[in-house]
């Protein structure tokens, strides 16, 4: 059974940083390109960043380039996200996405 799992999500102030991880199980990390998205309330999934299956790809969003950096430890099938300085705009539930597959999410609050 495919399994993604999220976490690392909270509350934080404007300018702090968090990590987010995906921990997949059931398949190999490797085998896919993952990808992380957020939606906000009212608001449509938007992408955030995505890396391909070895890791020397990456893609990021314009809102997060420079801020946010994504990884992979295919050793521990986990995706990481760092998230530096984070704004209030970037409050959403945080969901990473494998394939077909996708997680439940993680939310994260920045207050300013």
């Known amino acids: 059974q495919v399994q993604l799992v999220e976490s690392g999500g909270g509350l934080v102030q404007a300018g702090a940083s968090l990590r987010l991880s995906c921990a997949a199980s059931?398949?190999?990390?490797?085998?896919?390109?993952t990808g992380w998205y957020r939606q906000s309330p009212g608001k449509e999934r938007e992408f955030v960043a995505a890396?391909?299956?070895?890791?020397?790809?990456?893609y990021y969003a314009d809102s997060v380039k420079g801020r946010f950096t994504i990884s992979r430890d295919n050793a521990k099938n986990t995706v990481y996200l760092q998230m530096n300085s984070l704004k209030p705009d970037d409050t959403a539930i945080y969901s990473c996405?494998?394939?077909?597959?996708w997680g439940q999410g993680t939310q994260v609050t920045v207050s300013s």
């Open positions: 059931g398949l190999s990390l490797s085998s896919y390109n």
């Open positions: 996405n494998m394939g077909p597959n």
């Open positions: 890396i391909g299956r070895s890791g020397g790809s990456t």
